[in-house]
Structures are given as structure tokens and as C-alpha cells.
């Protein structure tokens, strides 16, 4: 399904024309980082505060997760006017490379934006909100970030899918409809007093690296994102691009 050394040489190019998304990536992951530590950091772990607060919390939270896999490269950008996936598609198969190096490139940029976006995001997440919190532990923030990842891959396999498999106008429409859903989480949250983002660090807290949420939120992922991987490499490959 994948081939990693032809792939490669996909990446560095991809990485060659686009080093401008890892200015964009450091940007936004920075923001996001600097407004969910002030949220901590203020009145995010104090189950008292307002609804508000706690809402806007989840919302940013669930919203970040599946971002943190997404390359904000120029192609990426221009999604929202052209079928910009469906050229590079039709790109690729002028040149005399497998599928499977497609893909193993799409694999390796995937977690290289998920491990820089999240070391940006949640390190600066920490030095300003949740390093203030006493109750928490190194393990335990680690538990909480592999659990957010995780449920994040859930959502970013379905990324993976409608990239490679829709064009960009039914892209574009799932995308809205994942972001109403969680959209409608919060708010469910909000009347239903989850605090969804607090009850996560409060068992991140006290599970650490054992902490079962952690662990299904990781196999779930992983094992969604291998299935629109697998999805991808049996019927891509004969999609019509016309």
C-alpha cells in the first residue's frame, strides 16, 4: 500500500514548492496554542466559570484536533476555488511512479505537520495555562495530548478519504458538515454540562499514560486512518479524474 523510499522523493519536492505552509502551520498553531492556554490559564480547569467559557473551550479543542494532521500548503488553500487535489491527481499519473508512492508520501507529510503542529500547539498550550494547573503531571499531559490526536485522526481520516476519492465541491461540503457537527458537540456540551475539554485533562490527570480514553482515542484513530488508506489505494487508482 505504501512505498516510503519512492515516495520520498515526492515529499521533498512537495516540500520544496510548499516550504510556505510551515510558516502558515507555525502561525496558526501558535494562535490556537496561545488562545487555549490563556483559556486554561484564566478559567478553563475551574468547573464554577462560565459556560461560556468551557464552551468556547471544546469548540476550539475539538476544532484543533483534526487540523493537526492538515498541511496548510498553497494547494490546500486553493481547495476552496479549484479542484486542486483532482490536478495534482491528474499529475501523478503522467509520471512513471506507483500509487503506492503517492501515498507513502501523503503518509510522511501527514505526520510530519501532525508532529510539528502539535509540538507547536501544545507546547505553548502548556506554558501558558496548563503548567499553572497543580494537579498536573508530565504523564498525564501527554495522555491528554495523545488523547486529542487521537480522536483527531478519526476525523482527519476522513480528510484522507474525500481528498483522494470527491471533488472538491463535495470536499468542500463534508468539510462544512464535519465542522457544524462539532459545531452542534459544543453546544450539546454546553446545555448537558460536559465540559468535554476539562473532563479530558481531569482523566488525562489522573490516568496517565493508562488512561483508557487515551488509548482508544490512539486505536481508533490509527486503525480509521489505515481503512482510508486501504479504501483509497484499491479505488483511487481507477477514479475518473476527467
Known amino acids: 500500500m505504501f512505498d516510503f523510499k519512492k515516495g520520498w522523493l515526492i515529499t521533498k519536492r512537495e516540500l520544496s514548492l510548499n516550504w510556505t505552509m510551515f510558516i502558515w502551520s507555525t502561525i496558526f498553531m501558535l494562535y490556537m496554542g496561545g488562545v487555549i492556554g490563556f483559556l486554561y490559564f484564566t478559567q ?67 505526520l510530519m505537520s501532525l508532529i510539528y503542529n502539535s509540538i507547536l500547539v501544545f507546547t505553548l498550550t502548556y506554558v501558558i495555562g496548563i503548567r499553572t494547573i497543580p494537579e498536573v503531571t508530565f504523564s498525564g499531559y501527554l495522555a491528554f495530548v495523545l488523547t486529542t490526536i487521537g480522536f483527531g485522526l478519526l476525523l482527519t481520516a476522513l480528510y484522507i478519504y474525500w481528498e483522494y476519492m470527491v471533488n472538491y465541491k463535495r470536499y468542500v461540503f ?16 454546553m446545555n448537558m454540562g460536559w465540559n468535554i475539554a476539562n473532563r479530558m485533562l481531569a482523566l488525562s490527570i489522573r490516568d496517565g499514560l493508562a488512561s483508557p480514553l487515551m488509548w482508544i482515542g490512539l486505536i481508533a484513530g490509527i486503525a480509521a486512518l489505515t481503512l482510508s488508506f486501504t479504501i483509497v489505494s484499491r479505488k483511487a487508482k481507477t477514479r475518473d479524474l476527467l
Open 174 to 189: 463534508w468539510s462544512s458538515i464535519s465542522t457544524i457537527l462539532i459545531v452542534a458537540i459544543t453546544i450539546t456540551s
Open 44 to 110: 478553563g480547569y475551574v468547573q464554577e466559570e462560565s459556560r461560556i467559557t468551557h464552551t468556547l473551550l471544546d469548540f476550539i479543542l475539538l476544532l484543533i484536533a483534526p487540523l493537526l494532521g492538515i498541511d496548510y500548503s498553497r494547494r490546500a488553500f486553493r481547495l476552496w476555488q479549484e479542484d486542486s487535489y483532482r490536478k495534482q491527481m491528474q499529475y501523478y499519473r503522467t509520471l512513471p511512479i506507483p500509487f503506492a508512492a503517492v501515498l507513502g508520501s501523503r503518509l510522511q507529510i501527514l
